[in-house]
Every structure is written in structure tokens, then in C-alpha cells.
């Protein structure tokens, strides 16, 4: 089946940085990849799609100068969190769809834990 | 619009018992359905999914569900729980319609015990 990567799996970053996670579909290229994020025992919120060669589509409360979305290519996307606080610590997920004519076709990353200090 | 809803928060049951997980799902859309499995500190793994056809779908690991369009409900079911089935299982609903336009409204979640 498709697989999709995330990098990196695990962050811990000081108040004040920026963190960039990647996310990749391995075998496979995807136009649109979803950023989700999932505080701890909660659900996946969805944060973003993410178009190839487009400016992401951010949901409703989401800060796109918070929140750096860059799909630069048909492989990856990438999620970068600008001046981090303690409460931008949360789990992130990427997902990928594997064929765009099909809805049923998205795959998740494993996600990355992002720890700000 | 779509939403879905997990009764139970919490389920509890013995090796070897049933596994129920209650799904239901609020759609103007035909419908698409899945069930995922996240183990800690894990992304999402797809145990099964509705899409068209046979209302009785198989997934992975012995689970199946049901979609029952009368009731919009895709309930989960296993019939006899293992102790590696323990984790948090989401329901999740998406639109039909091709495009890539088409994003995933989750359930808030079960998080599934199993009790020696």
C-alpha cells in the first residue's frame, strides 16, 4: 500500500523557534496532503490542506503566519511552526491522497510529537 | 456538512468477548465511512472503510462494520477481542465526490480496553 513518512517523529524545541516537520508519500505523488493536529486523548483536527504548486487552504481559527505550509513538490509537504509556544505542543499528522479521484485512497503518516519547552 | 459521533469514550471488555464501537455519522452527502486504529504515539492505520456496495464490510484484523443507512450509523464489531486490540479507534466520514476535494470529519474517538 501507499506509504507516507513524516520527519521528524519526535521534536523538543525552546519558546520562541521555529520548527519545520516534513511529510512525505513515498511511493506515490500526492496534489493534496492534510495537516492534522491531536492534543492528547482528543481527535484529529484538521489544520490544512495543503495543494502542489498552490497556496494551502487553512480551516476556520487555524493562523497561517503561525503555521508555514509549503508543498513544493508532488512528494512532499512540509509544516513549519513559526515562534513556538508551550501550547503549539501537540501531536501532528500528515495525510496523503494516493489518487486524487478517489476520497477513499488517504494515507496518514505516523506523526510527529512536537514538545515546545 | 458532516459530523460524526462515538458513543463511549471508553469501552471495556474481556479477552474473548465482543467488541461493539458505536458510529453514527450526519451527512449531506452521500456518504463515505472508515474506521481507523491509532496505537500510542502512532499515526492512523485504516482497519476498514465503506464506500459503495455491500453494506457488510471486512477489514483488517477480524473487525468488520455495517453501514445502515436507515439508522447512519457504522457500527464496529469484533467478535471475540484480543489483548493487542487495545487502542484508540476513530470513525471518520468523507464526502463521495472525486477531486481531492474531499476532507476527513473524525469522531471524537473510543478508546477500547481489553480486560484479562
Known amino acids: 500500500g501507499a506509504v507516507v513518512s513524516q520527519h521528524p517523529s519526535r521534536v523538543i524545541c525552546k519558546s520562541g523557534t521555529s520548527v519545520k516537520i516534513e511529510c512525505r508519500s513515498l511511493?506515490?505523488?500526492?496534489?493534496?496532503m492534510f495537516w492534522y493536529r491531536q492534543f492528547p486523548k482528543q481527535s484529529l483536527m484538521l489544520m490544512a490542506t495543503s495543494n502542489e504548486g498552490s497556496k494551502a487552504t487553512y480551516e476556520q481559527g487555524v493562523e497561517k503566519d503561525k503555521f508555514l505550509i509549503n508543498h513544493a513538490s508532488l512528494t512532499l509537504s512540509t509544516l513549519t511552526v513559526t515562534s513556538a509556544h508551550p501550547e503549539d505542543s501537540s501531536f501532528y499528522i500528515c495525510s496523503a491522497f494516493a489518487d486524487r479521484g478517489f476520497p477513499d485512497t488517504q494515507y496518514f503518516g505516523p506523526g510527529t510529537r512536537l514538545t515546545v519547552l | 456538512a458532516q459530523s460524526v459521533t462515538q458513543l463511549g469514550s471508553h469501552v471495556s471488555v474481556s479477552e474473548g468477548a465482543l467488541v461493539l464501537l458505536r458510529c453514527n455519522y450526519s451527512?449531506?452527502?452521500?456518504?463515505?465511512l472508515f474506521w481507523y486504529v491509532q496505537y500510542p504515539n502512532q499515526g492512523l492505520q485504516l482497519l476498514l472503510k465503506y464506500t459503495t456496495g455491500a453494506t457488510l464490510v471486512k477489514g483488517i484484523n477480524g473487525f468488520e462494520a455495517e453501514f445502515k443507512k436507515s439508522e447512519t450509523s457504522f457500527h464496529l464489531t469484533k467478535p471475540s477481542a484480543h489483548m493487542s486490540d487495545a487502542a484508540e479507534y476513530f470513525c471518520?466520514?468523507?464526502?463521495?465526490?472525486?477531486?481531492?476535494?474531499?476532507?476527513?470529519?473524525f469522531g471524537t474517538g473510543t478508546q477500547l480496553k481489553v480486560e484479562l
Open positions: 471518520a466520514v468523507s464526502g463521495i465526490y472525486t477531486g481531492g476535494g474531499n476532507k476527513l470529519t
Open positions: 451527512s449531506s452527502v452521500p456518504p463515505y
Open positions: 511511493d506515490f505523488q500526492a496534489t493534496t
